[in-house]
């Protein structure tokens, strides 16, 4: 028989990483990337952008192409998912009845969509709604922008604004409707979020917000309107309503054969989950971080799942490193672009320093003086190096002088070396 | 043919220098080592400065997304750059840099 090797359910990015990184470190027996897409990994975000702005109809933007796949010698199944794990035999089983032995298995399923809950609407379960997470929702989605289309987008998260921005460049009529009390609730201070909310109002778009949707009405074929109806009573007629209300870990496979579960499949600060012979990384697990104690987090970020991909690689090979990647996001949206290294909830006080063109960095302090996290909003050219430095303070736990990071004079790579 | 950039303290130790010559664009670096080195301006993955991006020793980070090269011979180092740099003789003549193309 042969023998087992490395098997990765999930050909994304936490995938497609760690099957080159398995490589990388010299295992030099087999590794089988299984996906459900039919796709070779992809990026997932230009979905939001490039791809819903090019005039022609974009292809995807590959992170591991055929011939990379092939050069790395990975076995890649496409377009089949895996229906089941059988941890006693260590085998996964596929939806074309194929059975796959491993011995290292890694989950790097991802997470869908969350769906849009049911409303009353025509007596039927809400039609019509639209989500952002393939590459075939985006060609799809990309096709219905059309100049002069009313788009309601439900939910004002990053997709849900990525969208809006894109819309907007299309020549679209952008309604956003938001239930919580501002947009971009999570992960981004207020400051910013004003900034961004700012930017959209001057591009148009037309935001309702603190507010929840009592119904909608999805046209028919009597030639009536698709229209939501608010809490205020308030009616938007609209052409098209894309949906981006959060993700939902995809864990169906890690419950079905007993994996431990909280907010995702829980893993260890090795990535192992409960089975030591199973690994997860990226959007589908949840995991402690040692620089944020005491709260399990899960994170639905690219760089997340590429360090997280990496990092269950090494694990995979018998290496006991805890993970510890300071968190780190981006968004692009109009000529903006925001970033944030580190997690911003954790800390208390916030000390702004203002760059040229009016760019602003934010630093997140806990109560004891770390830094946290770093935030910033503007050009990219004129933040992003900044929040890189950031980024490595957050890292060694510095404890910079507030007086020295709201000084855009002191240089923030002198507080590297102090 | 030998191009002058800048004066060689007009770059600061482990740090990069944006240079454009007719329609290019180069980063040239100083590393912490003192040397002097020079590539393509533009990160391999998107078009983007690296210039804007950060010094580490002979490493510079593109700041985009946190794509990796060696600027002594323009190997990309991290994901999500695969494309190698292409890299530029560099001297330093009485105090100036100049790169040759
Ligand atoms: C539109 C969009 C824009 C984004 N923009 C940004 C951004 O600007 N900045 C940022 O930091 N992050 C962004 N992200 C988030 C980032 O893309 C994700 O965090 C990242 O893709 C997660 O990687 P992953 O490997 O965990 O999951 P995914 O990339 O989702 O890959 C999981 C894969 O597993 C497959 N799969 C699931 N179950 C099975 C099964 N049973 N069998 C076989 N295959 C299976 C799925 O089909 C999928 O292909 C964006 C995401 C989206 C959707
Ligand atoms: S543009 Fe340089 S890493 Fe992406």
């Known amino acids: 028989m042969l023998q087992a090797g490395m098997v990765i359910i999930g050909a994304?990015?936490?995938?497609?990483?760690?099957?080159?990184?398995?490589?990388?470190?010299?295992?030099?027996?087999?590794?089988?990337?299984?996906?459900?897409?039919?796709?070779?990994?992809?990026?997932?975000?230009?979905?939001?952008?490039?791809?819903?702005?090019?005039?022609?109809?974009?292809?995807?933007?590959?992170?591991?192409?055929?011939?990379?796949?092939?050069?790395?010698?990975?076995?890649?199944?496409?377009?089949?998912?895996?229906?089941?794990?059988?941890?006693?035999?260590?085998?996964?089983?596929?939806?074309?009845?194929?059975?796959?032995?491993?011995?290292?298995?890694?989950?790097?399923?991802?997470?869908?969509?969350?769906?849009?809950?049911?409303?009353?609407?025509?007596g039927t379960p809400v039609a019509g709604a639209r989500y952002l997470r393939t590459y075939g929702d985006a060609l799809k989605l990309r096709d219905k922008l059309q100049t002069g289309k009313r788009i309601v987008i439900v939910g004002a998260g990053f997709i849900g604004l990525e969208v809006a921005s894109s819309a907007i460049e299309r020549g679209c009529k952008v309604t956003v409707?938001?239930?919580?009390?501002?947009?971009?609730?999570?992960?981004?201070?207020?400051?910013?979020?004003?900034?961004?909310?700012?930017?959209h109002r001057a591009a148009g778009v037309d935001f309702r917000i603190g507010i929840s949707i009592e119904a909608i009405h999805c046209a028919d074929s009597d030639g009536s309107v698709n229209s939501l109806t608010l809490a205020d009573g308030t009616t938007i007629e609209y052409d098209e309503m894309i949906v981006g209300i959060g993700a939902i870990p995809e864990t169906s496979l890690a419950a079905s054969c007993g994996l431990q579960l909280e907010n995702g499949i829980c893993v260890d600060e090795t990535l192992a989950t409960s089975d030591p012979s199973i690994y997860a990384a990226g959007d589908c697990c949840s995991f402690e971080h040692p620089l944020y104690p005491g709260r399990r987090i899960r994170l639905e970020a690219w760089r997340n799942a590429q360090d997280q991909g990496t990092h269950a690689a090494s694990a995979m090979l018998g290496e006991k490193a805890p993970f510890a990647s300071v968190p780190w996001f981006w968004s692009d949206q109009y000529e903006l672009t925001l970033q944030v290294a580190g997690l911003v909830d954790f800390g208390s006080e916030t000390i702004v320093r203002e760059l040229q063109d009016g760019a602003k960095l934010y630093f997140h302090l806990a109560d004891d003086g770390r830094l946290v996290a770093v935030s910033g909003i503007g050009d990219s050219v004129v933040i992003a190096k900044e929040i890189r430095i950031g980024q490595i303070l957050v890292e060694t736990g510095a404890k910079p002088v507030p007086q020295a990071l709201g000084d855009p004079d002191v240089k923030l790579k002198a507080l590297l070396r102090g | 043919m030998w191009i002058e950039v800048c004066k060689a303290d007009e770059i600061d130790e482990e740090d990069v220098l944006r240079f454009d010559h007719e329609d290019r664009t180069f980063a040239v670096y100083r590393t912490d080592k003192d040397e002097y080195y020079a590539t393509d301006g533009y990160c391999t993955h998107e078009k983007f400065h690296l210039s804007n991006g950060l010094v580490m020793g002979s490493t510079i980070e593109c700041p985009k997304h946190n794509g990796r090269f060696d600027v002594m011979t323009g190997q990309a180092k991290r994901a999500p750059v695969c494309v190698d740099l292409k890299t530029y003789p560099v001297k330093v003549e009485n105090g100036t840099v100049y790169i040759e193309l």
């Open chain 1, 12 to 122: 994304g990015e936490a995938g497609a990483r760690a099957a080159v990184e398995l490589r990388t470190l010299g295992w030099t027996g087999a590794i089988t990337l299984i996906g459900e897409e039919p796709h070779a990994p992809y990026e997932r975000p230009p979905l939001s952008k490039q791809a819903l702005l090019s005039p022609d109809a974009p292809s995807p933007t590959y992170i591991l192409d055929d011939e990379k796949l092939k050069e790395h010698d990975i076995e890649w199944i496409a377009g089949t998912p895996v229906t089941a794990i059988d941890r006693a035999h260590r085998t996964v089983r596929l939806a074309d009845g194929r059975e796959i032995a491993y011995a290292k298995l890694l989950l790097a399923t991802g997470a869908r969509p969350r769906q849009l809950p049911l409303l009353p609407m025509n």
């Open chain 1, 177 to 199: 409707v938001e239930v919580g009390p501002r947009i971009l609730m999570r992960g981004v201070p207020i400051q910013i979020a004003q900034i961004v909310e700012e930017r």
